[in-house]
């Protein structure tokens, strides 16, 4: 009984060399389980969003019209407001009368937030408790 213990006349040597088809295998498995858990893994916080709603504007004589310019001048009903801390004083004066009148704000679209944010800023350190802004509805609605 013979045996033979390097590659016998013929046959070919032993390839040393790994065999990765078995590795690709499992590398795609595992990538077909992530694609299909991670839009579960990856979910957001439960948050009831405002519903959006058009309430018509009441002009009353009492409430506070301020508009915003491209530009960022801004205007007491007709009157141009020098600088911020004008606007602040006659908010704050404003902020004094029972019933509260409301702000509303008109900005122009063309111009910066923050044009608009610092009359937002102006009339939270005045406490008002009313700010709205006004839009033009959307071309089309309704017709």
């Not at 990538?31 to 009831?48: C, D, E, G, H, R």
């Not at 606007?87 to 509260?100: G, I, Y």
């Not at 009359?119 to 006004?134: D, L, M, S």
Request: aromatic share 4%; with cysteine.
């Amino acid at each position: 009984m013979g045996m033979a213990v390097g590659p016998a006349e013929g046959e070919d040597e032993a390839i040393s060399a790994i065999n990765t088809t078995p590795l690709v295998d499992v590398m795609l498995v595992l990538l077909i389980i992530f694609l299909i858990t991670i839009p579960v893994v990856t979910q957001s916080i439960a948050l009831q969003l405002p519903q959006e709603r058009n309430v018509p504007r009441q002009t009353a004589p009492e409430n506070i019209e301020i508009a915003v310019t491209k530009d960022g001048d801004v205007y007491w009903g007709m009157q141009r407001l020098r600088d911020n801390d004008e606007l602040f004083e006659r908010l704050k004066t404003v902020a004094t009368r029972q019933p509260q009148p409301e702000v509303h704000i008109r900005g122009d679209l063309g111009g910066r937030y923050e044009h608009v944010g610092r009359v937002v800023f102006a009339c939270q350190r005045a406490g008002i408790q009313k700010v709205g802004f006004v839009t033009e509805p959307p071309t089309g609605v309704g017709s």
